[in-house]
């Protein structure tokens, strides 16, 4: 499955543009990647690991703004249609799954 986060938070200020850069560090080094300005995603094993990302996402929570976290499956998410200008592009893959025996 995938977490979303999606975000619009103020920059008019220059407190609220630290805060800002703070909460998008705060995703980076949780594990999310930008896919677009504002929307950041990271694959997750189990809804169990995505509450506990959704937590550490909460404790980062910026005073001002608005932000979404949104879980879709790995088929919903495979169903993405991605365009660059008017040209299709295929969407990110899932990270490969380590199993350990």
Do not use: C, N
């Not at 999606?6 to 560090?25: C, G, H, I, S």
């Amino acid at each position: 499955m995938w977490l979303f986060a999606l975000f619009d938070l103020p920059v008019e200020t220059k407190e609220q543009r630290r805060e800002y850069a703070q909460f998008r560090k705060s995703l980076l080094s949780a594990g999310f990647t930008m896919l677009q300005y504002s929307v950041y995603a990271k694959h997750m094993a189990s809804e169990e690991a995505a509450e506990h990302l959704r937590a550490k996402v909460h404790a980062a929570l910026p005073p001002q703004g608005q932000v979404r976290l949104l879980t879709v499956t790995d088929h919903q998410f495979g169903k993405m249609e991605v365009y660059v200008g008017k040209r299709r592009r295929p969407v990110e893959q899932a990270p490969l799954q380590i199993s350990l025996f």
